[in-house]
């Protein structure tokens, strides 16, 4: 009954009149997509990341550049992107976990490492520097270009569902136990067995591989990308904001936070449309989610069914 | 060519000042509250705005804002920990990195929404006022942004070794418990401290603002710059947030000569991930 209801609610913009409300479905899910890569490895592993854009920006370069570059099909760069942001991921995630950094000061290297790829694409000729890449304009399906954004909107729809069918996983699989283990508490689950820099970098691995499909899919639909968008703070903060507001941890907890950030940002964009009103709402709504409701607004859902549910914290 | 590097290190030495100052503030909190201050950096962008106002609008010059912009930043920064950072985070380590990037964040849209997103810089003599030194320029903004940072420095030092307060407060950092049971309310030294912290943001701000442009989005420049200098010289290292800010002054400067203008600002976030990976207890730090 209720997958009847949520994929009659995503179909809804299959139906819509106007490619402009379509825009916002698709926008509401390729949030709700990163904010769920951001969930498998912040939420889940409980790893906060302040740097998730380096995966998004890797991948958004790999496509780029696979295709400017070399003439590989677009299609082929959502595979790519993958085993490159999973590389990232794994390089990362296994220098800092070795040198046992946890808590903060995970959160801050996380940032360094997106500001150094950042700096780097902004400096490589390989890159194009700061003059970003563009993707040639040709619209068709093999091209992975659409007129159409139903069409990108149902592409980002399988990306959610994929990202989302690997929160479920985490829910109930051996690895996502391991990972629960580990995120509760280390010196426990290291005394059952677990390895816990492998089981942390394996996470950080898939959340990065899983974002950098994302780049992909924005260089498709923007046609072009340069180093602030592609590793820009930014992004990294909103895919923290859409997990942590709708609940880290749980399955449903990105899709809700991008909704809520997507419907707060078009009213009061409404209201006010200056630049920076709109984001310095959703800090607010951090602020009083910490405040109130620390297992997020999924948490709240849990909580009236009277199921535990939501991370703690790590 | 000795000249350039001698020059770029001497100017690198006199930012590094600065840097110092900023960075003691971060270190203070860290060593007495234990928490990461995210919003350190936005805080900055505060100050620095809060100075550019004055001096545009009301012809104060940042030095002789300098005083009244310190004592604001501090009414701001103990309110902030007062009224949110303190009542939101419930002293959980996750929680409180997330309030005050939270902070950050609201305070960076603010001053977008306000202020727009233009660079601005305060017009003035004094902007492009040189010293000779021998063959050496010396940027006089410069000159009085490194003297003031290391005199504040001094007195921040001796207000933490000699007064109460500072034993209050450092009796604070090392025993929240038993500095309680002599009657020392941690809560109210807590404020204090972040307050003090910003306060010196207030300072720093006055003092960058005749040779630094600012924009809203000034302060995610600075932040990985100040969280480098703290994790260099120790969290919670005085000399260490002294010596760091010296170093990282230099790097940055020595390394746009080197590697260029766009590739030069990579060598503070290598400095930073080499420091975290290899040697995080810093130049200065005890084990944590």
Known sequence: MKWVLVGGVAAVPFVLPSQSMVNIAMLTAFSAFLGQCW?????????????????????AYTGAILQTRYGVNPWVGLPAAFLVGGLVGAGIGAASFRAGLRGSYFALVTLAFAEVFRVLSNSLEFTQGGLGIAIPLKVSAWNFQFADRRATYAVVLVLLAV??????????????????????????????????????????????????????????????????IGFGTERSVEMLLVAMIGGAGTVWGPVLGAVVLHVVAD??????????????????????????????????????????????DA | MLEIYTAALINGLLIGGVYALVALGLTLIYGVLHIVNFAHGSLLMVAMFAAWVLAEKAGVSPYAALPVVACGMFAVGWALYRYVIGRVSRGEDRAILLATLGVSVVLDNLFLAIFGGDTRQIEGDLTFAMWEVGPLLLAVPKVIAFGVSLVLAGGLWAFMARTDMGRAIRAVAKEPEGARLMGIRPERVFALAYGIGIGCLGAAGCLLLPSFFVSPHVGSVFVLVAFTIVVLGGMGSFPGAVVGGLLIGVTESLGGLVLGESLGPIGISLVFIAVLLLRPTGLFGAAR
């Open chain 1, 39 to 59: 969930n498998i490895a912040g939420g889940f592993g409980g790893l906060t990341s302040f740097g998730h854009a380096v995966f998004f920006g890797s991948g």
């Open chain 1, 163 to 228: 990202a989302s069918g690997v929160a479920v996983w985490l829910t109930k699989g051996r690895m996502g136990a391991r990972l629960a283990a580990v995120r509760e508490n280390e010196d426990a689950a290291a005394a059952l067995g677990v390895d816990i820099v492998r089981t942390k970098t394996w996470a950080l691995a898939l959340s990065g591989g899983l974002a950098a499909m994302g780049g992909v899919v924005y260089g498709q639909t923007y046609l072009y990308i340069d180093p602030s």
């Open chain 1, 267 to 312: 009213v009061s964009r409404a209201f006010i449309a200056t630049p920076g009103f709109a984001p310095m709402v959703y800090g607010v709504v951090l602020l009083v989610i910490i405040a109130v409701l620390p297992q997020g607004l999924a948490g709240v859902w849990a909580q009236v069914r009277g199921t535990p549910g939501g991370a703690r």
